[in-house]
T-cell receptor, first 112, second 111 residues
Framework: DTGVSQDPRHKITKRGQNVTFRCDPI?????LYWYRQTLGQGPEFLTY????????KSRLLSDRFSAERPKGSFSTLEIQRTEQGDSAMYLC??????????FGPGTRLTVL | LAKTTQPISMDSYEGQEVNITCSHN???????ITWYQQFPSQGPRFIIQ???TKVTNEVASLFIPADRKSSTLSLPRVSLSDTAVYYC????????????FGSGTQLTVLP
């Protein structure tokens, strides 16, 4: 399968814990995006990378959130000191330049 | 910021043509219009993108009037598997503005 993959698919954690998600984009895609989606809402943009450079961050990305894309390949999204309001589906997408985005299956986070 | 407005939900029957309209009164000159489809528990999937007039691909058509203040996604002969949420996005390609999803339109196709 050469699509976008995300790991883990599901994560349950207790409030206050740190969590890290991984995204592996389609191999030749140089752009990588992170979104958050809550029930009944559309995906909310968090941040995106062109190669290893983080080009834009949403206001939603508080100081508890950090994303990296070392070497311009896979990316990680870390949430520190999780809160119940962080419970959501975290989606990753990749694209070639500014072309259509290809989304992964998402990581569903539940904060207890 | 080009805000988009779509109907919350629509129902249709198998075999019918479905048209979903998106309003974007504040669209800017460099903005493109993009539609995505999303099934439950999956990431969105790109359907079609256009700037003006009409664009057609193997799954849908996109109609954009001259003033570009609205656009219509047309799905020919829908089937039960087309039941999904459809999102309209407006913005400059590659910008965060173009990456803003609204609440979408829940299309339900009935047998």
């Amino acid at each position: 399968d050469t699509g976008v993959s995300q790991d883990p698919r599901h994560k349950i954690t207790k409030r206050g814990q740190n969590v890290t998600f991984r995204c592996d984009p389609i191999s030749e895609h140089n752009r990588l995006y992170w979104y958050r989606q809550t029930l009944g809402q559309g995906p909310e943009f968090l941040t995106y990378f062109q190669n290893e450079a983080q080009l834009e961050k949403s206001r939603l990305l508080s100081d508890r959130f950090s994303a990296e894309r070392p070497k311009g390949s896979f990316s990680t999204l870390e949430i520190q000191r999780t809160e119940q309001g962080d419970s959501a589906m975290y989606l990753c997408a990749s694209s070639l330049a500014i072309d259509e985005q290809f989304f992964g299956p998402g990581t569903r986070l539940t904060v207890l | 910021l080009a805000k988009t407005t779509q109907p919350i939900s629509m129902d249709s029957y198998e075999g019918q043509e479905v048209n979903i309209t998106c309003s974007h009164n504040n669209i800017a000159t460099n903005d493109y219009i993009t539609w995505y489809q999303q099934f439950p528990s999956q990431g969105p999937r790109f359907i079609i993108q256009g700037y003006k007039t009409k664009v057609t691909n193997e799954v849908a058509s996109l109609f954009i009037p001259a003033d570009r203040k609205s656009s219509t996604l047309s799905l020919p002969r829908v089937s039960l598997s087309d039941t999904a949420v459809y999102y309209c996005l407006v913005g400059v390609l590659g910008s965060a503005r173009q990456l803003t999803f609204g609440s979408g339109t829940q299309l339900t196709v009935l047998p």
